[in-house]
């Protein structure tokens, strides 16, 4: 394919353009840019070398596709970059409002969202024009406007496309049958005994090479899939990522496909020979137990707990409960009358409390594996069903989510490159659904350093020490001003100094081996969570260089306390640009097909999410919920419990999804029509990957 390129539009002569605000059709989703791409944008209708722009604002067009309509009759669609001026836009908004004889404007409006002054934006939505190649393009006739709309700017601008998909899906004849199946109570059963056969398998962050392996097996075994569908492998590598050990570590990802028909088309678009997915993906991991158990007891002991009792206090408690679940020698449930019990579904913790329901205690409960199971039971009924998307379509159990998981999985999907902060999304993900439910765009991001100050070679009195070393690195971190103090108005960035430890002083010594220090940066944006990192990080150092000074050692030397770096967590930082994206829309317009929801808003509040990666690389994202439950608590503890919910709200989760999912994945309905994909072929990246 020829290079892509891009053409920048300067203004010649402003009155060649005219100013005209509002209006427009609407937004449409989002579309990539093929690497290795496309012709530049007015050299497709014969404007090579012409130059325009508006108020300063330069406006640069890339082409993502072109559509015979007649002989000389196509339709052109393409993404936009807007270079603004010295004025910023709180919500902004680009129109092309006119194009001049021969070219009919069929969408000009695209959304911008908040743009810095001089800042570049990039939005996902795009402007469609019809030319009749018969006659010249008069590029002097293009008229735009750049304005800030009225609109709140999270409110998002519902394409009607995307309107008519998500309709037109979650009515589909197949889609029916899928979730009438689902419905049944035999359906409801198997989802419930998968969930418990599947949370019963300790997997602790890192260390989740059980639970992918059992979900391996039953892809192929039991759901439906052949072995070529599966996406990765027991030693956790995936093929076509450039990113397969984080921290040093194998990650156990398991990941199946969903295939779709457009790698088959002969117009098919790809990145470095990956055509594009959409991804939908829930965490394996759990915070409890931190390793795995030992062989002599295998397994997360599930217990039952009447409501009437205290919630436990201490894992002795926890494990004097008598009452628990029972499995056999194939890890399937024994349904005796503990399972019963625990079967019982209710609405709500009030009618659980009031109709005889039970605390149902096991890690993983609630984050998440009643979600993550779901999805796989999705993806089985997809595949019963024979649903056909146009995009190919995975389904992950995602590993690392939890405490020193580093977000792994996603790492190691979006090719996330930690020293440079960069996702080079090398399987080419054009959007995101994860499973943590909540609708959230925005990420908090986090940097995580677990120091250790190491004592001399030979230690003892009247020489430095490695807990004087770290106390004196805590001291000068506790002094530390953050962006938001400093500056009234700068977004809101914490540190903690959390944990700080020594090693046992060893028999006949007077110090510790080492001590070690994890402190812990917060912030909604990259730019406050470099800013405080650039301060903090070197006060370990100095905390050594202190103590070393206090005794006239020089740092590096035998006779010096040392400091090693024993891990580095990173969550990239995003906060959205603007809510007008491919995964946005069918999230909001999937709840509003399916009468779950009625809301074109999202929230403004950021969470840390596996989304921190996708959302970081460039790839839009939203959450579904797949689980149903009447009542929980403990998420992160050794006492996380929940109580089963509404089996036919997972069906309906179900439906929501499954709508979202195939909006942007593109969909061959019933009725032998295709629903083309909303998002365009080629995702975004943050770097490029080598091949």
């Known amino acids: ?409 996603m790492k190691q999907l979006y090719g996330f490159d930690q020293a440079l902060g960069t996702g080079s999304n090398p399987l080419n993900f054009v959007a995101n659904f994860g499973l943590e439910g909540g609708g959230i765009i925005n990420f908090l991001g986090s940097y995580r350093f677990e120091m250790r100050f190491t004592t001399p070679a030979s230690p003892g009195p009247n020489r430095p020490s490695a807990a004087e070393a770290m106390a004196s690195a805590i001291a000068k971190i506790a002094d530390v001003k953050t962006p938001h103090e400093l500056r009234p108005g700068a977004p809101r960035t914490t540190y903690t100094v959390g944990r700080a430890s020594c090693q046992p002083v060893p028999e006949g010594g007077t110090e510790p081996p080492s001590c070690s220090l994890e402190v812990d940066m917060r912030s909604p944006q990259v730019a406050t969570l470099n800013e405080i990192r650039a301060v903090i990080e070197p006060m370990f150092q100095a905390g050594v260089s202190a103590e070393n000074a206090r005794y006239g050692r020089t740092d590096g030397s035998a006779e010096a306390v040392g400091l090693q770096l024993d891990w580095y967590g990173l969550r990239p930082a995003y906060v959205a640009q603007s809510v007008d994206n491919p995964a946005v829309h069918a999230g909001l317009q999937s709840g509003i097909a399916t009468g779950a929801s009625t809301t074109i808003t999202v929230g403004t509040g950021s969470s840390s999410l596996n989304d921190n990666v996708p959302a970081n690389t460039g790839v839009p994202t939203w959450q579904f919920g797949l689980g149903s439950s009447a009542g929980g608590g403990g998420g992160h503890a050794f006492w996380e419990w929940g109580t089963r919910g509404n089996p036919a709200t997972e069906v309906s989760r179900m439906h929501r999804a499954l709508t979202g999912i195939l909006t942007v994945s593109g969909f061959h309905a019933a009725d032998g029509t295709i629903v083309p994909p909303s998002a365009g072929p080629i995702g975004r990246r943050t770097r490029e990957v080598v091949r």
């Open 1 to 409: 394919m020829k290079a892509r390129s891009s053409l920048s539009l300067t203004l010649i002569a402003a009155a060649s353009l005219t100013a005209c605000g509002g209006g427009g059709d609407g937004s449409t989703t989002a579309a990539g840019s093929s690497a290795g791409g496309t012709a530049t944008a007015l050299a497709a209708v014969g404007a090579e070398g012409a130059s325009v722009n508006v108020d300063g604002r330069e406006i640069s067009l890339v082409k993502v596709s072109e559509t015979r309509v007649s002989r000389t009759v196509f339709d052109y669609v393409y993404n936009i970059v807007v270079k603004n001026n010295g004025t910023a836009l709180t919500n902004g908004v680009a129109e092309l409002t006119g194009a001049g004889a021969g070219t009919t404007v069929l969408r000009g409006l695209v959304p911008l969202g908040a743009v810095d002054a001089n800042a570049t934006a990039t939005p996902f939505g795009t402007i469609t024009i019809r030319h009749d190649r018969s006659l010249p393009f008069n590029v002097s006739a293009m008229a735009w406007s750049v304005t800030n709309s009225a609109a709140p700017a999270y409110r998002a601008t519902i394409p009607t496309e995307v309107a008519a998909a998500a309709a037109k899906i979650s009515a589909d004849p197949q889609i029916k049958a899928l979730l009438d199946d689902q419905s049944t109570p035999a359906a409801a059963k198997s989802r419930w005994n998968q969930f418990l056969e599947l949370v019963r398998i300790p997997s602790p962050s890192r260390e989740e090479y059980r639970s992918a392996a059992e979900i391996h097996r039953r892809l192929v075994n039991e759901w439906g899939f052949s072995p070529s569908e599966v996406m990765t492998r027991a030693d956790g590598h995936v093929e076509g990522t450039d990113v397969n050990i984080v921290d040093g570590q194998p990650v156990y990802n398991a990941c199946v496909m969903i295939k779709g028909s457009y790698s088959s088309r002969p117009d098919a678009q790809h990145y470095k020979g990956q055509y594009p997915k959409v991804l939908m993906e829930g965490h394996i991991d759990v915070v409890n137990p931190e390793t795995q158990p030992p062989a002599s007891d295998p397994w997360n002991h599930i217990k039952l707990q009447p409501y009437s009792q205290a919630v436990v206090e201490t894992p002795a408690q926890l494990a004097a409960i008598p009452t628990e679940l029972s499995f056999d020698s194939s890890n399937r449930i024994i349904e005796n009358s503990e399972y019963i019990l625990a079967s019982q579904w209710f609405t709500n913790t009030t009618a659980a409390q009031n109709g005889g329901g039970v605390r149902i205690y096991v890690p993983g409960y609630g984050d998440m594996m009643s979600s993550t199971s779901n999805g796989f039971a999705l993806a089985a009924a997809m595949k019963k069903h024979n649903i056909k998307p146009v995009y190919d379509i995975w389904i992950c159990g995602t590993a690392g989510e939890e405490g020193k998981g580093n977000l792994a999985g």
